[in-house]
């Protein structure tokens, strides 16, 4: 599948890491670091544009590296395919020191999906299933 992009940025395109990844990596296209303080956020732009064929959208997720090694985190974000517009990625720290985002750093995947739209059919009850309303743990560790 091809997908249309407008590249503003510094940076090359967005690419996958090896064969098997999902996403593509996204890079901070910003001029200077950015000193991201403890337990605040701070919107940093990648400068690329989609343009995805219908019946397709793209979710923005998150690094693990990030997560894992600095509590770093990303807002997770669909675009949908009637978006133009820039995409931006918004980073949360969590930890309890600052981080510096640096130019041209990956700080998020990009993950293009295929979607089904729905019709509801609304009913008074819903089929009964072995879990039922059991949520939150309920089939063990």
């Given at each position: 599948?091809?997908?249309?992009?407008?590249?503003?940025?510094?940076?090359?395109?967005?690419?996958?890491?090896?064969?098997?990844?999902?996403?593509?990596?996204?890079?901070?296209?910003?001029?200077?670091?950015?000193?991201?303080?403890?337990?605040?956020?701070?919107?940093?732009?990648?400068?690329?544009?989609?343009?995805?064929?219908?019946?397709?959208?793209?979710?923005?997720r998150g690094r693990s590296g990030l997560a894992f090694k600095y509590d770093i985190v990303s807002h997770l974000g669909t675009i949908d395919c009637d978006y133009r517009g820039p995409i931006n990625i918004k980073l949360f720290n969590l930890s309890n020191n600052d981080f510096i985002v640096n130019p041209g750093e990956r700080i998020a995947q990009l993950v293009v999906a295929k979607y089904e739209r729905v019709e509801w059919d609304e009913v008074a009850t819903l089929d009964e299933t072995e879990r039922g309303e059991g949520g939150f743990g309920s089939t063990g560790r």
């Open positions: 599948m091809e997908v249309k992009i407008v590249n503003k940025s510094n940076h090359r395109l967005p690419e996958y890491a090896t064969a098997g990844s999902a996403g593509m990596d996204l890079k901070a296209d910003i001029l200077e670091p950015i000193v991201l303080k403890t337990h605040s956020s701070v919107i940093i732009p990648t400068n690329i544009y989609i343009q995805l064929p219908e019946g397709y959208e793209a979710q923005v």
